[in-house]
């Protein structure tokens, strides 16, 4: 999916494929939401399948929240 405003775009990728979940499921507003733990653990599958600059930088992103 995209979305274009002010210039920028927003592009949202949606993958269902994992077969071991970490962490809760949370709904906000009507929509499920993966834990930061499954996100990450998803993104470091995707490290080790190909190897683009983008994938690099999803990976990064929640390190943060994930490591406090």
Do not use: A
């Not at 962490?23 to 993966?34: A, H, K, P």
């Not at 190897?51 to 929240?65: A, H, R, S």
């Amino acid at each position: 999916m995209e979305h274009k405003k002010d210039g920028w775009i927003q592009r949202i990728d949606v993958v269902r494929e994992q077969p071991k979940h970490f962490g809760d499921i949370v709904i906000i507003d009507g929509i499920r939401v993966d834990s930061l733990e499954n996100i990450g653990s998803n993104k470091i599958l995707t490290l080790l399948s190909r190897l683009e600059p983008k994938d690099y930088v999803d990976f990064y992103t929640p390190l943060p929240q994930v490591c406090n």
